[in-house]
């Protein structure tokens, strides 16, 4: 009962609260976050003894004590982000700040990783996979190792589009993401720039100013919307620059070493990446940061084998290396624009619904096979358990609704927002659509506006808001790994070939 306790953190109803009324912004507010602010001491515990003896029971002193620290720190940055919040907020900010969080997301890149490779940017997109994985592993690793709330609220009131608040605080992904990714392009740009003279002085110096607004504005409105404490974004984007310069230091030869390696390649990448999933740290609470770290690690697998196999193979210098039909001089008729521009758009959408093919394929088929094949193997091993995720020596059949859903979102890869949507009328004078898990107003029900509640998470409209409790299950974390696996290898290998093959083309020009 006491870890039950502890999972508001994750799982606890959010309370609507705006003390800027002016705003009429939808704000989350955590139970969990209030307990810690009305019950933490000046060592960042807390006097409830439920609550403190369940962190220090389930973690390891050593996790406990880091734990507390940063409690510590953050009670203190709460008072300052609700003073900042008191003096700056407005309307128009928001709006920007809570929807610039959105570039801030590893999703928002996830999205154009399959055109990198539809349209022969190779290189950019492994590029964009490595440093993305490495960031959301990491963080993750240390979110769920360390179990930190985000800044309180009260006094903090906090804007918040999609399920991040349900997320532990420290450290921060969006800094971590949108540093290492202004950096990254920074690379690009500034090679083109030095080395090959592609770009001009202008076009290079507005880019660099467009990559540095896009970092401040991340960072600064995770503080803004009180999802983060200025030691989360700290850390976060020490954690990118690190990412960042490591993947600088580290390009050239792991790329020598997946073109050269044979099938040390394989026998290598393979274990290791499931160690990493297997070896993430276990949290006090119901985290999703596991499964985007899952998710990212698989990606990263899938990419790595497709590059060492299209060398291997021979496919890289057949296939992947030809140009899509058209005039190849520098005067295009409106006839050659617009054939072009038809056969980009066949790539992106036969692409794109052959990776709906086979999440729908690959999830059926590990769902149907994987559970029995546990079963049999925990007759004479002990398989490897996760907290919150049931064995399916506990269950008979997965649910069609569980994970990995058979039609995602766009690619639905990690941050998909299963939440509910509810229409306010702004400040501004249009309605705006915030996403919000378990939404109640100030007396605990349901907000009664004329509001459309369409997810899950909201029962009807006439009974008590509660979020539904989240099932886990043991086959869903290989599903996931092959899934993922899978989508990274049709994106990067095997649809451009596909492509070569149907003398569409892979690269532009």
């Not at 004479?380 to 919150?388: K, V």
């Not at 509810?422 to 007396?443: D, H």
């Not at 290898?489 to 451009?496: D, F, K, Y």
Request: proline fraction near 6%; glycine fraction near 6%; aromatic fraction near 12%.
């Amino acid at each position: 009962m006491l870890t039950q306790a502890s999972n508001t953190h994750a799982l606890s109803s959010v309370t609507f609260h705006d003390e800027h009324t002016r705003n009429n912004i939808p704000i989350l507010v955590t139970h969990h976050d209030k307990l810690e602010n009305s019950l933490l001491d000046k060592q960042g515990r807390t006097d409830a003894p439920c609550v403190e003896d369940v962190y220090e029971t389930v973690l390891p002193w050593w996790r406990a004590a880091i734990r507390a620290r940063i409690l510590s720190s953050m009670k203190r940055e709460s008072q300052i982000l609700a003073r900042m919040q008191e003096y700056i907020r407005h309307p128009w900010l928001d709006l920007y700040f809570l929807y610039s969080s959105t570039l801030g997301t590893h999703t928002f890149f996830m999205i154009g990783l399959p055109l990198t490779f539809f349209f022969g940017y190779e290189e950019l997109g492994r590029g964009l996979v490595i440093v993305l994985a490495s960031g959301v592993y990491v963080v993750s690793f240390l979110k769920d190792l360390i179990c930190s709330p985000r800044p309180l609220a009260p006094p903090v009131t906090r804007l918040t589009i999609g399920t991040h608040h349900l997320e532990y605080g420290f450290p921060s992904t969006h800094s971590t993401n949108s540093v290492s990714m202004a950096l990254f392009v920074f690379g690009y740009v500034r090679h083109a720039y030095i080395q090959s003279t592609a770009i001009s002085s202008s076009i290079y110096y507005a880019s660099c100013t467009l990559l540095m607004i896009y970092a401040v504005t991340v960072v600064f409105g995770r503080l803004y919307t009180g999802m983060h404490s200025f030691t989360d974004c700290t850390v976060g984007v020490f954690l990118g620059v690190i990412i960042w310069g490591g993947y600088v230091i580290m390009k050239e030869s792991f790329g020598n070493w997946l073109a050269t390696a044979h099938w040390i390649v394989p026998l290598t990448m393979i274990p290791i990446c499931l160690l990493l999933v297997h070896y993430h740290p276990h949290p006090v609470d119901d985290c999703p940061c596991f499964e985007d770290a899952i998710a990212f690690v698989s990606v990263f697998l899938g990419i790595a084998l497709c590059r060492w196999h299209s060398v291997y193979s021979g496919v890289d210098e057949r296939l992947l290396s030809s140009v899509m039909p058209g005039p190849q001089g520098t005067v295009w008729t409106w006839e050659d624009t617009a054939s072009w521009w038809t056969l980009a758009c066949a790539k992106v959408t036969v692409g794109i619904l052959v990776i709906f093919v086979w999440r729908i394929f690959a999830k059926s088929l590990l769902h149907l096979v994987l559970p029995p094949l546990f079963r049999s193997l925990a007759s004479s091993f002990d398989l490897p358990h996760r907290r919150f995720y049931t064995p399916a020596t506990d269950y008979q059949h997965m649910p069609v609704e569980s994970s990995l859903r058979p039609i995602p979102s766009v690619i639905d890869l990690p941050g998909v927002l299963e939440v509910s949507a509810i229409r306010e009328r702004s400040a501004l004078g249009r309605s705006s659509e915030v996403k919000r898990r378990g939404a109640k107003s100030n007396n605990g029900s349901p907000l009664a506006n004329g509001e459309n509640y369409s997810g899950s998470e909201l029962e009807n409209s006439n009974g008590p808001s509660q979020r539904k409790e989240v099932k886990h299950y043991d086959a869903d974390v290989l599903t996931k790994v092959v899934v993922y696996a899978g989508i990274a290898i049709l994106a990067s290998e095997g649809l451009p070939v596909t492509f070569a093959l149907l003398g569409w083309g892979v690269k532009p020009w």
